[in-house]
């Protein structure tokens, strides 16, 4: 009996001892922030629950935002749930408190505030993000219902939504009407969401509305469904003038299926970005870019067609997340890391 009892506790020994290996120090994280926001574990199983801040429910952030959050959830250890937002400066305030560990960004606005210019200007620098991966560019929509509204110089005299007080759109319309030598004294401004932008436009409250989203914007659709939609177009000379003086700017193009258009609209646009906070693990930004860029056939929404790695990887303004920078790596891009 006694010789059972001794084989018995040798043999439990063993177990104990063999699942010490099977987890110990021999599997360390791999550059992974233990302890901290989505603590790593090891590339591709980090176990990290991240909140991922993005933007208003009738906007591209939060619809393609959703649709992210739930293949990288359901493709890698990593559960990420993506939240309504106010926008580009707001996402890095939330993220900057703590709030969130990933948020959407226009890459303009993010490159304002880790360089503490423009709207964070007076408040200071925001530096305790990095880059995760660019993903498609925004295009700087002007809606109106209004077809004799054909160019921004138009815009003098009418009353034009500008985006949310702070927000990056307002930047962007102000650096278009700049363009037009306009400022918001030549127009009657309001401070509008992108839903209440198109209610407004709808019940002719507003005659134009600036909205910096990708197209189809969720807005606009659901008001070009009962109303023809009209875009303002830019021309060469005033995109030429609009990017010698803010080159993160580029010529683009909303085709005219977005909205039931007679033709392509060109205008100009800035990419959108996903970023994390400094402090989520490195493993656990390895599941988000792999979750995404591993299986971009299997996302549901129509912005998976403008993603690729290239773009992804062309990031320069804020340096890239490590644990970013080691997929890219993995795939062959060197991009520049914290």
Known sequence: MMKKKIFALLLALAMLLGLAACGGGNNAPSGGNSGSAGGSTSSGSSGAELTFTTGSDQGTYYSFGSVLAGQISDRTSAAVTAIVGKGSKANIEAMDVGDAQLGFVQSDVMAYAYDGTNLFAEDGKVDSFSTVAALY????????????????????????????SGSGVFFNAVDVLGAYDLTLDDITPTYQS????????????????????????TAVVSLATNRDVYVVELD?????KLIAASPYYSKNVIPAAAYGLEQDATTVAVGAVIIARDDVGDDAVYDVVSGIFDSIDTLGHDKKSELNLDFAASVTAVPYHPGAAKYFGEKGFDVPSK
């Not at 109106?144 to 949310?164: M, Q, Y």
């Not at 198109?198 to 909205?211: C, H, N, T, V, Y």
């Open 137 to 164: 560019m925004e295009q700087v929509q002007i809606i109106t219902l209004d077809p004799s509204i054909k160019t921004v110089a138009d815009l003098a005299g009418k009353s034009v939504s500008v985006g949310e």
């Open 194 to 217: 992108f839903g209440d932008s198109a209610e407004a436009l709808q019940d002719g409250k507003i005659d134009a509305a600036f909205i910096v989203a990708g197209a189809p914007t």
């Open 236 to 240: 060469d000379e005033h995109i030429e």
